[in-house]
């Protein structure tokens, strides 16, 4: 009889933590920096290194409560119907600088995330 495996998998408890602290980072965030610009550069950042670090997390195995908490955080964080809502909700040119810099933020953050998981099983 094969002995059992345990699979590694996110807590989900650990996840709706995350979320909440996530979605608050978010929120303090707007409060701190409420211009249109401000909003777009701490988007564009916010976006970038959670992707980066849900991404590394993701690569290298959610193995415990703290990794499930970190995931929770970044996806609260980089909630991406707040980027579609002041994608609209702003002037032309800075609805444009939205909608192409939040996502090549988002895909440079998985691209660095994926580069760190190879780097670090080496």
């Given at each position: 009889m094969p002995g059992r495996h345990r699979r590694s998998q996110a807590q989900p408890w650990a996840l709706v933590v995350g979320g909440a602290l996530g979605a608050l980072i978010r929120f303090a965030l707007a409060q701190a920096w409420p211009q249109p610009k401000q909003l777009l550069i701490s988007t564009t950042v916010t976006v970038g290194l959670?992707?980066?670090?849900?991404?590394?997390?993701?690569?290298?195995?959610?193995?415990?409560?703290?990794?499930?908490?970190?995931?929770g955080v970044?996806?609260?964080?980089?909630s991406l119907s707040a980027y579609a809502v002041l994608t609209v909700s702003q002037p032309p040119k800075l609805s444009i600088a939205?909608?192409?810099?939040?996502?090549?933020?988002?895909?440079?953050?998985?691209?660095?995330?994926?580069?760190?998981?190879?780097?670090?099983?080496?």
């Open positions: 959670a992707f980066l670090v849900a991404t590394y997390l993701m690569a290298v195995g959610v193995t415990s409560a703290l990794h499930s908490v970190a995931v970044c996806t609260g964080a980089a939205f909608l192409t810099l939040t996502p090549t933020a988002a895909i440079g953050g998985l691209l660095c995330g994926l580069v760190a998981a190879r780097v670090v099983a080496r």
